[in-house]
């Protein structure tokens, strides 16, 4: 299919918007997966809120240009697709590592994480850490373990006072009925 200039120009000028609110971009290979695996790929991103985006490395690099992203355009050869995360880099990394433990493909080439570039062997790192859920989940736990401990403790002192008026109750109810 041939674009026409004003095409090209208005694709690029998508991916460097899309560039400019994604902190975190991975830079993949594709070679070898098939359009139902890319689909597959493409879906288990969406549900974790990222985006797949097949391009022409001459469009990326001038949609990297474009939106001020440096230290890419280095590693865009041959089929590339870009990784296009929010503020969540380790959703993103734990699915790619996931679907290439899988399928082994795609391949990560180079990782861009809050601007700083960051390796394949990085991203495995990224991708074995929790999500932000998870360590929010593990926060409030935290949080929650010593006030818990504290009930617990005023709840079996009072158990305890209960008890000393239950028996102050017996003994004086049978001193009475003596």
């Known amino acids: 299919m041939i674009r026409t200039k004003a095409e090209k120009q208005e694709t690029v000028t998508a991916l460097a918007a899309k560039l400019e609110r994604s902190s975190t971009v991975y830079v993949t290979d594709f070679t070898g997966l098939n359009v139902a695996r890319i689909t597959d790929l493409r879906r288990r991103l969406r549900?974790?809120?990222v985006e797949y985006?097949?391009?022409k490395n001459t469009l990326a690099r001038r949609a990297l240009q474009h939106a001020q992203v440096p230290g890419?355009?280095?590693h865009l050869a041959g089929p590339t697709a870009l990784v296009l995360a929010g503020a969540d880099p380790v959703s993103a990394a734990?699915?790619?590592t996931d679907f290439a433990k899988e399928f082994q493909k795609p391949a990560i080439k180079v990782g861009l994480v809050g601007g700083k570039a960051v390796t394949p062997d990085q991203v495995k790192r990224l991708a074995s850490l929790?999500?932000?859920n998870e360590l929010l989940a593990r926060l409030g736990g935290a949080l929650q373990a010593p006030m818990v401990g504290f009930v617990g403790a005023l709840h079996g002192l009072l158990l305890n006072m209960v008890g000393a008026l239950e028996a102050l109750?017996?003994?004086r109810a049978r001193g009475?009925?003596?």
Request: net charge positive; charged share 25%.
């Open 176 to 178: 009475v009925a003596s």
């Open 169 to 171: 109750r017996t003994e």
């Open 130 to 132: 929790p999500t932000r």
């Open 72 to 74: 890419l355009e280095a």
């Open 53 to 55: 985006v097949v391009v």
């Open 94 to 96: 734990k699915v790619l």
């Open 47 to 49: 549900a974790a809120g």
